[in-house]
């Protein structure tokens, strides 16, 4: 902490509940968080969708989807300049002082054709400019085209709601309401955006021109026809509008979220206290008191910090002999059960508090046995693959593997056993363990659960995690060494 001096730090006093009150925070915060999560990605994916939705009302409107008598085959088509006039206009010499003032008639470049009506510009012409430069003053309601531009600018489609002035990278089209709607020509211009652009030429930056903005078609049904299309297409735009206004103002109060309930959390409000919780006072006492015990010397090379931290029980092999061939297979689809009761035969296994990092690497095995399969010497893999089936047989090199961390089972499993309390969690960062509730008991794990993990522990603990580690795909050992979902 910047300014706060290691002595101040060490000193600060934190609140510190009882270590079994600890754990039903930790518990608590993992699933609230991981749904505050799950509702933020969810409301990040409602532009895109509602920019489809827009994008799909103008095609609908174009292709006839709410005219009541839709022509076969479609209405008429029309170019732009048979039904409007069309126009460009030009940049003022900037060396000249005299053209550019802080006000003045509005003068709008293809920047501004992002916004759908130009409600302002920011640089004004004198009359001096428009003057020697023949510049036109397009009423309002006149559209604009970007011809060119950065990124998407070129195609995009605007209409003015004051009257300007433009510069050569814009097309003013003028439409003659007696043969079309402004509205209308705006929404055709709008759905056929990417035509549009598609017609640009040149290098490095194609773009259109006059030429092409005028010979462009688009389809041109009866006025009467044009006004119930206009209608319908704002009536649905002003539906998707307020469904982003709401959308937006849950999603800031979503922002919110993760830290009024981390707040919470540490005002002890986020979960019931027990009574009968130890004080995190007595155990600090108690820790206090006890005397560490004194290592026995070692006659080989010191264990290293991670093979302290994957050391394992006495290793119990489980004995295969005469199990038929696919006694091990699991059903074609593993779901959160089905991952539930793995993870419990995983545990039970163990026999005790195991390493989260261990009973991932346990969990994904068994959940992948074509990767138990690669990390065993020959013969046991033929045991196990005459065990398990097809599932643990070699995939060609083309086919796409499961990602377990993003494995959505996986996941609901995990949050289905912590709101029951199957799943006890103790501890954090690499020592954090998992053992089993008391309600975990019930779960059956007969059958390929209990086999499969019963093998995947013993060689677990014979061989160690590094030495199976190396041996997997990049993925899973991301998974195994990654936060508990």
């Known amino acids: 902490m910047r300014h706060v001096t290691k002595g101040v730090f060490e000193r600060t006093l934190v609140a510190l509940p009882p270590r079994a009150e600890q754990t039903r925070i930790a518990n608590q915060l993992d699933t609230l968080l991981t749904r505050i999560q799950s509702c933020n990605d969810r409301f990040d994916a409602i532009p895109a ?3 489809r939705f827009r994008q799909a009302v103008l095609e609908a409107a174009l292709n006839g989807a709410f005219s009541e008598n839709a022509v076969e085959g479609g209405a008429p088509r029309a170019c732009i300049s048979s039904i409007a006039s069309v126009g460009t206009g030009s940049t003022p010499l900037r060396s000249n002082a005299q053209f550019f003032a802080s006000t003045g008639t509005p003068w709008i470049t293809s920047s501004a054709t992002s916004e759908a009506i130009i409600q302002r510009a920011s640089e004004f012409v004198t009359a ?3 003057s020697a430069h023949r510049l036109k003053i397009y009423p309002k309601g006149t559209l604009l085209v970007a011809m060119y531009g ?5 195609g995009q489609v605007a209409e003015l709601g004051i009257d300007a002035t433009i510069n050569q990278a814009c097309t003013a089209i003028r439409v003659d309401n007696a043969k079309a709607l402004t509205a209308f020509v705006k929404l055709a211009l709008q759905a056929n955006y990417l035509n549009m652009r598609e017609l640009a030429e040149g290098g490095n930056q194609p773009n259109l021109n006059l ?5 462009f078609e688009i389809p041109l049904p009866p006025l009467d026809v044009q006004t119930k299309i206009v209608r319908r297409v704002e009536a649905l735009f002003a539906l998707a509008d307020r469904i982003e206004a709401r959308a937006n103002a849950a999603r800031n109060q979503a922002q919110c979220l993760s830290p009024l309930v981390l707040a919470k959390a540490f005002r002890g409000e986020l979960v019931q206290q027990d009574p009968q919780d130890e004080p ?9 008191a006890t005397k560490p015990a004194k290592a026995k010397a070692s006659r080989g090379r010191p264990r290293t910090k991670t093979q302290e931290l994957f050391a394992t029980p ?3 092999k489980p004995d295969a002999t005469g199990l038929s061939d696919g006694m091990w297979a699991a059903p074609d689809v593993v779901d959160e059960h089905a991952v539930t ?6 545990l039970k296994a163990w026999g005790g508090p195991m390493l989260q990092m261990q009973a991932r690497l346990a969990a994904v095995l068994c959940l992948q046995p074509r990767q138990m399969a690669a990390a065993l010497p020959a013969k046991q893999a033929a045991q196990w693959q005459r065990l398990v089936g097809p599932a643990a047989d070699p995939l060609p090199t083309q086919v796409a593997r499961l990602q377990p961390a993003t494995d959505s089972a996986w996941r609901k499993a995990l949050l289905g056993m912590r709101a029951r309390g199957d799943l ?8 954090a363990t998992w053992a089993l509730g008391i309600g975990a008991g019930q779960i059956k794990t007969a059958g390929w659960p209990e086999g499969r993990a019963g093998w995947v522990v013993a060689y677990l603990r014979a061989h160690g995690a590094e030495a199976i580690l190396p041996l997997l795909e990049t993925s899973t050992v991301e998974f195994v060494h990654a936060r508990a979902a």
Not at 211 to 215: D, G, H, L, P
Not at 424 to 431: D, I, L, R
């Open 280 to 288: 995190a006072s007595v155990l600090l006492q108690r820790l206090a």
């Open 150 to 154: 950065e990124g998407k600018t070129r």
């Open 49 to 51: 969708l509602l920019k």
């Open 424 to 431: 006890v969690e103790e501890g954090s960062g690499p020592q």
């Open 314 to 316: 006495e290793v119990v």
């Open 211 to 215: 030429s092409k903005v005028k010979e």
């Open 341 to 346: 009761a793995l993870l419990v035969a995983v």
């Open 128 to 130: 001096a400019a428009i």
